[in-house]
């Protein structure tokens, strides 16, 4: 009913009301095989991420202008992900109010990319993944992407985000989301605020990336919170005289000319596991793995969890066809000095496409991800393997 509500509203604006929108969307859907290790194995029609957006400008003079956009998730095949994405909510992606003055950079505010979710280019597939942080996490699937190594590429709630202009190839950007989930009733004495910095350089066919993300007072898998892991858990925070934090310094470097493509990324973070998405979405870190039972109980950010990521990703175009290959892996975490035996992972893709056109894409990928026994979603204190293969369509609009 409400997109028919939204299509009659479109269609009943005048002509001068629309010509500053445009409307685009990417319709983006698989069939995939997955088996993991102590599970059993699965078929099905998967949604790789589908979308529809409204976006438009307005100008003001003086080289100034209003920019806006609405982007909204489209499940294909069903009313969520496997991931638990809804569809019904309006604006539920990046979805903001700005202005954009040319050389002196654009500030938008609303639900904003975080400076880390605009990098990542390394994953270069289409999946969609479920990788739960627990021990017996046997519905784990989508080996056939960089779920774990692109876990902590959110947007912002609540968000002010500043872009500058570019310079001799170099633009940098600044993001910061508020909590707004102060409550003193509540315990939470702290806002669970996150902010994010990027740094960009480009020449040629070269490009180069840094990013930095900070959580403060990450409440995710605190006893009593609700919607644990995200800025806006409402319940049981740390204390605010000795808060815990959480950060992340990503790097990304690649070359795109020539038909080929070649890029690398490498990531260090403290305060998230290996399927966190914000600090603390794994709950608390479990002792069953034989880590040691002092850890048990305690969240990544309040044990300072440190892990390092790296992946390197390669294609080349031949005609309509493009090969195209990622290695990624994940070393043993740390706490402190001491490093977690067997708690790392190793991962690999490989795969295909074939442009059918200039806006319409398939995709054929075979995916292997394991995780070292000791990794808190391995299943049952054993080294874990995820294998999916699919074949997806991707049309864009």
Known sequence: MNKKLI??????????AMADVTIYGTMNAGVEHDTVTGGASNNGVHDYTSVIGFKGTEELGNGLKTIWQVENRIVLGGNTSTTGTNSSNFGSRQTFVGLDGGNLGTIRLGQINSSLKDLYAVDQWQYDAEMNNYRGAVNNTGANGLAVFTNQANRLKNA????????????????????????????????????????????????????YQKEFNPIGGVSG????GSQNATTSAQSSDNPHTAHINYFEAAYNGNNLYVGVAYQEATGYDWTDGFSGDSASFTNSNGIGHTYAGSTP???????????LSAAYS??????KATYAKGWDQKIGDNTLSDTGYDQYILGVDYNLSKRTTAE?????????????????????TLNSFAVSLQHNF
């Open 301 to 311: 950010a309040a044990l300072n969890l440190k892990t390092r990521q790296a992946a």
């Open 225 to 228: 919170a609700t919607d644990a």
């Open 318 to 323: 031949i005609g309509a066809f493009t090969p």
């Open 7 to 16: 299509a009659i509203a479109l269609a009943s604006l005048p002509v001068a």
């Open 364 to 384: 054929l990928a075979y995916g292997h991800l394991k995780f070292k026994k000791n990794a808190t979603a391995a299943v049952n204190g054993q080294d874990t």
């Open 160 to 211: 002010v985000r500043y872009d500058s202009a570019t310079f001799y190839g170099f633009s940098g950007n600044v993001a910061y989301g508020f909590g707004e989930n102060k409550n003193q009733n509540n315990g939470v004495s702290k806002a669970s605020d996150i902010g994010t910095l990027g740094l960009n350089y480009a020449f040629e066919n070269f490009s180069f990336h840094y990013a």
